[in-house]
């Protein structure tokens, strides 16, 4: 059974960064693909990063060079960081693996979803 643990949400300042990280277990990881979807309340959840097996990386538009993802085989482990936070980037975020191993932008492209952390940007 694949289990995904997302950590390092909280409070932060506009302007500010906070590092995400998604620990998975239950399986060898390195040949999937990861993602981080966010939700806002009333809001569908929306696609922001995701980094394909061989390390490509590809953003939403609207975290393009303020959003990092990468990977760490090793470790079984995903990160985002974030930098210059905004207020609309307030939501609960959610780490998810691909088994194909190919990036996909839409949620029915995952096969397992943590239970996501909350990530608050205040102005």
């Known amino acids: 059974q694949v289990q995904l643990v997302e950590s390092g949400g909280g409070l932060v300042q506009a302007g500010g960064s906070l590092r995400l990280s998604c620990a998975a277990s239950?399986?060898?990881?390195?040949?999937?693909?990861w993602g981080w979807f966010r939700q806002a309340p009333g809001k569908e959840r929306e696609f922001v990063a995701g980094v394909n097996w061989i390390g490509e990386d590809t953003y939403a538009d609207s975290v393009k060079g303020r959003f990092t993802i990468s990977r760490d085989n090793p470790k079984n482990t995903v990160y985002l960081t974030m930098n210059s936070l905004k207020p609309e980037d307030t939501a609960v975020y959610y780490c998810?693996?691909?088994?194909?191993?190919?990036?996909?932008?839409?949620?029915?492209?995952?096969?397992?979803w943590g239970q996501g952390t909350q990530v608050t940007v205040s102005s």
């Open positions: 998810t693996i691909r088994l194909t191993g190919l990036t996909g932008t839409q949620k029915e492209d995952y096969d397992y």
């Open positions: 239950g399986r060898t990881f390195s040949t999937f693909a």
